[in-house]
């Protein structure tokens, strides 16, 4: 049996191989062959991607061409109310209109703008979904109009770290969505089962909660009556 030593000759003609393999891919297809797994790593997607604000549902209208879906105009700018997104959301079988219009909701304000039975949809409404035809929306704890705009960030975060995303393809989306649960924490209310909407990262496997950050207070995202662990879509 011959050991080898770490370091030894035999590692060093490894070493030596593996160059050569590395200096052969550059010259044959240029950096992007030897840099793959870096540029793998680079495509990943996280909550920083994610462009989350607090919008108010102005107007709320049943879809023309569709039993499911409801199409509504949310205001995003406590500012300007003129400032809003149109958006087409599937919850006619889970929300009455009533319980849809005139409230605070959290909109996905960077995706990709696409048609649902011929009606643009600008943005997307979180809510927690069961799937067992339970669903509720995703709000602030307070209700104030002027949190309208308001981006939302992790607690664990500083908000000065915030950049403006880019849009958000439905699969770099898909893998933002499945860290966010309903927060296993205690309700923060001892009248309803009100909790936190959290986000687990994938990479650390730290968890945080959502909120926004406003006159140095702390105002956490939650939903009411949903189980811990339940996904938030």
């Keep these: 049996m011959i ?20 200096l052969s891919r ?25 462009d989350l604000k ?13 039993d499911k879906l409801y199409v509504s105009q949310i205001q995003v700018s406590s500012e300007d109310d003129s400032v809003t ?8 079988d889970h929300l009455s209109k009533q319980e849809l219009e005139n409230k605070l909701v959290v ?4 995706l990709k703008k696409c048609k649902l039975r011929g009606v643009a949809s600008e943005a997307m409404v979180l809510c927690a979904d069961d799937g ?21 960030v992790l607690a664990l975060n500083d908000q000065n770290e915030l950049t403006k995303p880019g849009k958000l393809k439905r699969s770099q989306w898909d893998q933002i969505r499945s860290g ?4 296993a924490g205690k309700p923060l209310s001892v009248d309803t089962t009100i909790r ?24 956490p995202i939650v939903v009411e009556n949903m189980a811990p662990g339940t996904e938030i879509k």
């Design 3 to 22: 050991k080898i030593s770490k370091g030894g000759p035999f590692e060093i003609v490894k070493t030596a191989q593996f160059a050569s393999i590395q």
């Design 26 to 50: 550059l010259r044959c297809h240029g950096p992007d062959a030897v840099s793959r797994s870096q540029r793998f790593m680079a495509t990943k997607t996280s909550f920083k991607d994610l």
């Design 54 to 66: 607090i919008g108010f549902t102005a107007k709320v209208e049943l879809h023309g061409e569709s």
């Design 85 to 92: 997104r149109q958006v087409c959301s599937g919850l006619r």
């Design 107 to 110: 909109v996905v304000d960077n």
């Design 132 to 152: 067992q035809n339970k669903v509720q929306l995703c709000r602030p704890l307070a209700f104030d109009r002027d949190l309208t705009g308001s981006r939302i």
């Design 180 to 183: 966010l649960r309903v927060g």
């Design 196 to 219: 936190d909407v959290t986000y687990r990262d994938p990479e650390t496997g730290q968890e945080s909660c959502l909120g926004i950050r406003k006159n140095g207070n702390w105002i």
